[in-house]
C-alpha cells in the first residue's frame, strides 16, 4: 500500500509543498501560490493528455489547492489559505467526540469500510469497547493537532508554520496509529484473542 501510495502523495502533496515554501522568498506569496497551483493543474493536464489514470488524491489535493488559492488571492491574507484545513482537523476531532456519547463510534464505521467484520465479531464487547476509546484518542489527537496549527498559523511566520506543519501532521498520525494498534492487540489479549498480522502472500495462476 505504501509503495502504491507513494508516488501520488509526491505528486499531489510534497512537490506542491515543496514548490510553494521555494518560491516564496524568490517570488513572493502570490508567485508561491500559482507556482504550486499550476503544478497541480499541468499535472492533471499532462496524464489526460497523455491517456494516463490521474489518481484520486492527486484530483482532491488540486481541488483543495485551487480552493484555498482562489480565496487567499481573493482575501490577500495567507491566513485564509491555511485555515481552511486547521478548522477541517477541528470538526473532524468533533465528530470522533460526539460519535462516543451516542454509543456509535466513527473509528468503528471507518473500520467496516475498510475491513468488513462478520456479525459475532463486530458485536464483540470487546471489540466495541475498543472501537469507543479509538473514537475519543483520534478525537483528542485531531483537537490537539487543529489547537497547535491554530496557534503557529498566527503566531509563526509563513516559511516555519509551512515546514512545521507538512512534519506534525504525518508524524501525529503515525503515533496516534501506533498507539491504536498497541491498545487494540492489548485490549484483544484481555479478551483471549490473539491478534495476528497476515503477511503478503503470492497468488499464482489457476
Known sequence: ??????PNILEGKVVPLVLF??????AGVVGALITALA???????YRVATGRKVPGL????????????IAALATGSLVVYFLQPTISTFLVGLAFLISVPL???LAERLAHDFCPFDAETADHP????????????WAVTSLVNGAITAWMLFTQSVTTFVVIKSFMGPV????????AVFLFRRRMARAGVSVVFGSSMAVGPA
Not at 492527486?58 to 488559492?69: E, F, M, R, W
Request: glycine share 6%; hydrophobic share 55%.
Open 39 to 45: 503544478w497541480s493543474l499541468s499535472s492533471i493536464v
Open 58 to 69: 492527486v484530483i482532491l489535493s488540486t481541488v483543495g489547492l485551487t480552493a484555498k488559492t
Open 21 to 26: 515554501v521555494g518560491f516564496l522568498e524568490l
Open 1 to 6: 500500500m505504501a509503495r502504491h501510495a507513494y
Open 103 to 105: 454509543g456509535k463510534p
Open 172 to 179: 501525529m498520525t503515525a503515533i496516534t496509529i501506533a498507539v
Open 126 to 137: 470487546q471489540l466495541r469497547n475498543f472501537f469507543l476509546r479509538l473514537s475519543l484518542l
